[in-house]
């Protein structure tokens, strides 16, 4: 089994930040591939962020400039930093490992 525990969502306004966290073990977190997807209400899953076991990252073109991936290994943890935040951007946004482990989401409402 692997857990994936997620935090940090919540509500905030248009044009601020969160930062979302994905707390794993440091084996996940060394050997396997990780990204963050979400999922709107009515909407596909969608890829937002990923990052290879080695470290290199990748963001959707609707994030770019504005979402970051990284990676603490040390605190076992991956997390998705998202800065200049739109409402379109509300979802439930879930943590993922290769190869088909999945957190279990965690809320993000951008809304004035």
């Known amino acids: 089994q692997v857990q994936l525990t997620e935090s940090g969502g919540g509500l905030v306004q248009p044009g601020g930040s969160l930062r979302l966290s994905c707390a794993a073990s440091?084996?996940?977190?060394?050997?396997?591939?990780m990204a963050w997807h979400r999922q709107a209400p009515g909407k596909q899953r969608e890829l937002v962020a990923s990052?290879?076991?080695?470290?290199?990252?990748n963001v959707a073109d609707s994030v770019k400039g504005r979402f970051t991936i990284t990676r603490d290994i040390s605190n076992n943890t991956v997390y998705l930093h998202m800065n200049g935040l739109k409402v379109e951007d509300t979802a439930v946004y879930y943590c993922?490992?290769?190869?088909?482990?999945w957190g279990q989401g965690t809320q993000v409402t951008v809304s004035s």
């Open positions: 990052m290879t076991r080695d470290g290199s990252t």
């Open positions: 440091r084996t996940i977190l060394s050997f396997s591939g």
């Open positions: 993922y490992a290769s190869y088909g482990f």
